[in-house]
């Protein structure tokens, strides 16, 4: 697979969520200095709720733009057999049952999901419980994850 054009749909996907972020910042901000927002008795709480979510929406905006820089400027890394995982591995991994899951570790966030050439990836950082197992670990390993509240063993079956 090509983790250059992988890379770039997920940025691509993080944009598309930063837009929204900073519209919805924007207008809690226009709701926080509206006019009608004015507080009409002690206990109206209205105006400084907006502004609450509006300075979470633009910190959270920040974070995010921060973080597709921090994305666009990484180096992709080619991963071979014995290679331990980490930021730009594309890991494939079967449970199981032979169900597969791909996944693109990225060394923060995550969260994201992105279709190439029809197959879904999700990005993930060590910072999930999925990340925390495959980070390190190398093709053939095993370890065993809670899903939905049961146990459930995957291998590493392809990493590149």
Known sequence: ?????????????????????????????EAATNEESKAENKYDTRGLEASYLAGAQARRASELRDFINQLTKMNIKDYSNGDPIGATALVRLEDERGEEKNV?????EGGAKVF?????????????????????KQM???FDLPVKGQRKEFEIVFVC
Do not use: Y
């Open 140 to 142: 053939g390993d095993s």
């Open 104 to 108: 693109f570790l990225v060394p923060k």
């Open 116 to 136: 190439l050439n029809g197959v879904p990836i999700l990005m993930i950082s060590p910072d999930s419980p999925l990340g925390q197992e495959v980070w390190q």
């Open 1 to 29: 697979m090509d983790k250059k054009k992988l890379l770039e749909l997920f940025i691509g996907e993080l944009n598309r969520e930063l837009t929204t972020i900073a519209e919805a910042a924007f207008e809690a901000h």
